[in-house]
């Protein structure tokens, strides 16, 4: 399948001798070893279900009424806390890539990239941002904290930009920025902002320098469906965790802290 992809490619590309050429790197390999299933992380994983539901089967045959008392402190510790997780608003991640191209005299289009990344994300440029009348997002934190420290606090939690990894990364690296927010849609809004200071600034830089460095948006700003925050399947384990651990507690407490006499063979 992968040759009659690569003779598929090859046969689309023009033979124009003024035109780029496509050339085949490495040829397709033939694999010698799967790549799924993992029977080994099956196995382990068997093992390890199969030790707790045998610790819990044994724990309940021996005294089922303490085990049913501490099931129902587990499954109160889950729905207590997932009752509180749905306190804690949702928080939704935008995100872009983009692609800085290389023009003539660029030696390093890496430092360029690191140089615009942090200009655009420095204090005065996130000031800029999200202090305007239009976005304004931390309008219910801006009464209890500076501008400066509101900036500060916005970069360290909600804003991203981290480079990507792809075969072009050494000629035209990509960098990925991101921003959360309550507001699936003012996250995308931030998100567009960001990319337009980047191609403001890069442009503002090497104005009137002929073939000139570039930007290219492969991924624009999307608008989140899902929240990326907070995980309520964790915090509802977490409870059930916790809603055990005082379980056994309290039940100790209850029994004095003495375990059952086991009969001996002489006994029966």
């Known amino acids: 399948m992968v040759k009659r992809l690569v003779a598929s ?23 010698t070893r799967p790549i799924e299933p993992d029977r080994m992380a099956f196995g382990a994983r068997g093992l390890g279900l199969g030790l707790a539901a045998g610790w819990v089967a044994s724990a309940f045959w021996r005294r ?13 510790g889950c729905v207590a806390a997932g009752g509180l997780s749905m306190l804690i608003p949702d928080r939704y991640e935008s995100t872009a890539l983009l692609r800085f191209i290389p023009g003539e005299g660029d030696p390093n289009n890496a430092t360029r990239m690191t140089e615009l990344a942090s200009e655009v994300l420095s204090r005065s440029s996130l000031l800029a941002l999200i202090g305007g009348p239009s976005l304004d997002p931390y309008r219910f934190e801006r009464p209890g904290m500076s501008g400066e420290q ?10 991203r930009a981290e480079p990507v990894d792809s075969p072009l990364s050494n000629s035209m690296p990509e960098l990925r920025i991101a921003f959360r ?88």
């Open 9 to 31: 490619f090859a046969g689309q590309a023009p033979s124009a001798e003024d035109t780029a050429k496509l050339e085949v790197v490495r040829l397709p390999d033939l694999p």
């Open 64 to 76: 089922p009424k303490r085990s049913l008392r501490l099931i129902a402190w587990g499954l109160t």
């Open 150 to 159: 509101m900036a500060d606090r916005a970069r360290a939690r909600d804003f």
């Open 181 to 268: 927010y309550r507001d699936r849609f003012k996250a995308q809004q931030v998100v567009r902002e960001m990319v337009g200071k980047f191609v403001d600034l890069n442009f503002q830089r090497y104005d009137g320098q002929s073939g000139r460095p570039g930007i290219e948006v492969l991924e624009a700003a999307n608008a989140p469906e899902t929240p990326v925050s907070p995980n309520r399947l964790v915090i509802s384990l977490a409870g059930m965790a916790a809603g055990l651990g005082m379980g056994a507690w309290f039940l100790r407490g209850a029994d004095g802290g003495k375990r059952p006499k086991v009969p001996s063979l002489a006994d029966r």
